[in-house]
């Protein structure tokens, strides 16, 4: 069975940081891509940062560039979402997928990612 685990979210002042978690269980680590989304109410799930597994390669959205670092441990199976300088518009819940080899072209669509976990949620106050 394949399991996704988000923890690390939590309340923060503008400024501060957090370190998410995503342990995942089930399939073959070394070959997925992970990555992070979020989805803040009233608004589309947005692709935030994302890793692949088998060749450390990444991606960040403009908006969390210089601010955020993803990282994975393969010997945990835990992807990382180091979060630096938060920003009130970076409240969101926050999940991680996963996806086999996936066309990097699509690396941040959401539809392109097979599996989810249940998310976080983030929210970093003025």
């Known amino acids: 069975e394949v399991r996704l685990v988000e923890s690390g979210g939590g309340l923060v002042q503008a400024g501060g940081s957090l370190r998410l978690s995503c342990a995942a269980s089930g399939f073959t680590f070394d070959d997925y891509t992970i990555g992070w989304f979020r989805q803040a109410p009233g608004q589309e799930r947005e692709g935030v940062s994302c890793?692949?597994?088998?060749?450390?390669?990444?991606y960040y959205t403009d908006s969390v560039k210089g601010r955020f670092t993803i990282s994975s441990d393969n010997a945990k199976n835990t992807v990382y979402l180091q979060m630096n300088s938060l920003k009130p518009e970076d409240t969101a819940v926050y999940y991680c997928a996963a996806v086999p080899l996936v066309l990097w072209v699509l690396r941040s669509d959401p539809n392109a990612y097979h599996y989810w976990g249940q998310g976080t949620q983030v929210t970093v106050s003025s």
């Open positions: 890793i692949s597994n088998s060749n450390s390669r990444t």
